[in-house]
């Protein structure tokens, strides 16, 4: 896969082989049912508000639910980076509350502690993590995946969790709509993560020598646009990196943009894509240099599904920018090896 | 005021004189009464949501009403750029909602977009600019300023908005400590600017070279954090900037901390502050250049007034930068210019 290094140095590559759609089918066929029965319950018991919470890609992914309620549904929902739950400790937090919780590790300090605030309020809990995590065990019901591909398995939780919502609170066709799309999801994303290779991997070679991206999107792509620059880009490659939400771009932003500024920009086909189109188009007349990933050149994904196809070329991106740069991105300098 | 270029090129300073402390007693005074009408005239009429609508300094600057409305009240309150409103159009925007949208030149594309959105859905407006903009003359409601400090004279129509929510609506006792409060900030204002002018100008020589800023706060301090990045490093100092939350900090960004990065972090006195100290303390012990903007270095005002207090000294390093750099902080390459 590298000619810079030998390819058993490398971590396990989640975007290889089959791990991708065999960790989405098994959620898909394990837990439709499950949340079927969770959201009839907490109707049952007059749910009146959802708090989505979760730290870095668990944060990330917990955004396009969040956009896909407001629209659809009149359910309120907030979402939180888990400390700011925790310190604002809102006042609608009550019994006819839900809170979903995410996290990979399921030992965030502040997820638990979220977890704690939402139990003491007497609101129910779901949790989004692999099994047997000290989150899972403590969630009053867990949802549960078994793949390495943690932010995309969060993120098809969330969506299965509003998407029931959608189908039987809000009762919009939509929520039919996306609940039979995502049946067939993991067998697009097979497709689709094949056909975003070799592109990414050109790129890779492209922009390895590259020190400060801008990264790109709103709507539905805004989570994964901030995802990428934090948990990529920051946080693999040591590289910096500046998200920003394209309808936010025009209002200061802007100014930044010269001759051979890498910028990354996210496109989806649905009513943001204008937005990004201009920030996009703007950034180009001006001299940037211009990454597009967009929904339309990746086949067979749902346009409401834009943060499944759009992570494929990003992470296929990601990997090769290790590779060219003979730097395994498992590695951290920080996390896991001293203090915070 | 400075040694590189004749004052008289510049624009005029809102940090100077007694333009800050005039234009807040201006809003105060003028603007009190007519918002208990407002916000009684709101109850009266059932209202069971409310919007906060803007972009860039707009959208940052209520944030803090959002929080403060989170924390203290049961009304769901939304925050968002205005065309990720406009695009959403919320199932929850009816009848029942108000949306406040602000705009210093009153003619923002999306946000008078959005006042059309709010009224095709019978949601009641009321807008944060100067007199005689587009919006003021649009919107149902107008709360007016005469100030230049434009995000300054938003952010307190914001917080007197919230805080007569908070007395009105979830009667809680903050709201009336808060409205109390807001009658002599002005004052404290003033005291405060002139405190945190030397240190700032201190700061700017000294990180006059520097390139590439991140700038963490949370909280109530996240979207000034956000606003310091976007609206004067990027747009007015055509200067690299990251933000981020300072909850987030440890999930993924600490991997870019290394010697000499040049970071701002933005401290409170409340219960936030403990992520941001921790944030600090883990970048200085690896090498970060670190300024720290700190509320309890800032005498008079109250914690939950952060925003207010925290955004003099980042003013200042704004304009002394400017300074030192011998560029006019109000040139822009593009905004105005171009077409986008």
């Known amino acids: 896969m590298s000619t810079q290094a030998p390819v058993t140095t490398r971590p396990a590559n989640y975007m290889d082989g089959t791990t991708i759609r065999d960790g989405m089918r098994d959620i898909v066929d394990r837990e439709t049912p499950r949340i079927e029965k969770l959201v009839a319950d907490w109707l049952a018991r007059g749910l009146d508000q959802l708090y989505l919470i979760g730290c870095g890609g668990s944060f990330a992914t917990l955004e396009p639910p969040k956009w896909l309620a ?53 609101a129910t809990t779901v949790s989004f993590s692999p099994s047997s995590t000290p989150l899972t065990q403590a969630a009053d019901f867990a949802l549960t995946y078994n793949s390495p591909a943690a932010n995309l398995s969060k993120l098809l939780l969330g969506y299965m969790l509003i998407t029931e919502v959608l189908v039987q609170h809000a009762q919009h066709p939509v929520g039919t709509e996306l609940k039979n799309a995502i049946q067939t999801l993991p067998e697009a994303m097979h497709e689709a993560k094949q056909a975003t290779e070799a592109r990414s991997r050109a790129l890779a070679a492209e922009y390895r020598d590259a020190q ?4 790109i999107g709103t709507g539905l792509l805004g989570g994964l646009a901030y995802q990428f620059a934090i948990c990529n880009l920051l946080e693999m490659q040591w590289t910096h990196a500046t998200s920003l939400n394209a309808a936010e771009f025009r209002h200061g932003p802007l100014e930044i943009v010269q001759p051979g500024l890498p910028m990354i920009f996210l496109l989806g086909a649905d009513e943001t894509r204008t937005e990004t189109e201009r920030a996009m188009e703007f950034s180009r007349r001006h001299g940037a240099r211009i ?50």
């Open 70 to 122: 407001d629209k659809y549904s009149t359910l309120p929902v907030d979402r939180y980076s888990a400390w700011e739950f925790v310190h604002r400790a809102p006042a609608r937090l009550t019994t006819r509350s839900a809170v979903a919780l995410g996290s990979h590790s399921g030992t965030t300090e502040e997820v638990l502690e979220a977890l704690r605030l939402a139990k003491s309020r007497g």
């Open 212 to 215: 400060n991206f801008y990264v």
């Open 291 to 340: 990454i597009a990933f967009d929904l339309k050149d990746i086949p067979g994904i749902h346009p409401l599904f834009a943060p499944f196809g759009v992570h494929l070329p990003l992470q296929w991106l990601n990997w090769y920018l290790g590779v060219e740069r003979n730097h395994v991105i498992s590695t951290r300098r920080y996390m896991g090896r001293v203090p915070y």
